[in-house]
């Protein structure tokens, strides 16, 4: 790797806390400066592409820095499901991940799809697309795996997987944001019981 390649995922990196918890209009290219131990010539330089001006720098940075935060999920997320076959245990695997980092996220700050889509305004459009790619993205692989679910027989063919999707995103993501709220795990393990309650039920 180039070392101007591990600069910039170096600032992306740092970066991607700092948005994560202080949002973009929190965040400023001096709080980035300070996080890196960089000058701002010097982070310019590792972003800045022709036509692109100040502010330019500072979105491209936090689309960099939310897209590396997601990815930091989901490879958490992928230790566990990638060696599990089962169709319905991968989706209960991914529910007792969260169950477990519910206040302990891998990126600080907690979710970084919840929070840059609360965080991300009519100004943010660049955000706001970002983050339905991810949560559509995420919509299709739950999807993925119910449809080779009923392929091998462990999900029943009833069950409609874009409706199903949604509901196991929401509770997720609507159990994230309580625990977050009452800095307490309890409300995700109500929110988990049923959903798993609701994953068990898949099965043939």
Sequence with gaps: MKKSEKTRRFI????????N?????GTSMKDIMEATGMSKGGIYGNFKRDGLDKHGVKEEIAVAAFEHAVEKVYNEIGKRTKVIENSVDKLKAVVF??????LNPPVEGGCPIQ?????????????????????????RRIIRTLEKGVEKGE???????AEFATLYIGMIEGGIMLSKIHN???????????LLKMVEDLKV
Excluded: H
């Design 155 to 161: 999900v029943s063919p009833s069950v409609n997987p």
């Design 115 to 139: 929070n840059t889509a609360v965080d991300a305004n009519e100004d943010q459009p660049f955000l706001k697309e970002r983050v339905l790619v991810v949560m559509n993205e995420w919509c």
């Design 184 to 194: 307490s795990t309890k409300p995700f393990e109500i929110m988990s019981k049923q």
């Design 21 to 25: 918890k202080k949002g973009y209009n």
């Design 12 to 19: 992306i990196d740092q970066a991607a806390s700092l948005f």
């Design 97 to 102: 991940f969260y169950k477990e980092r519910v």
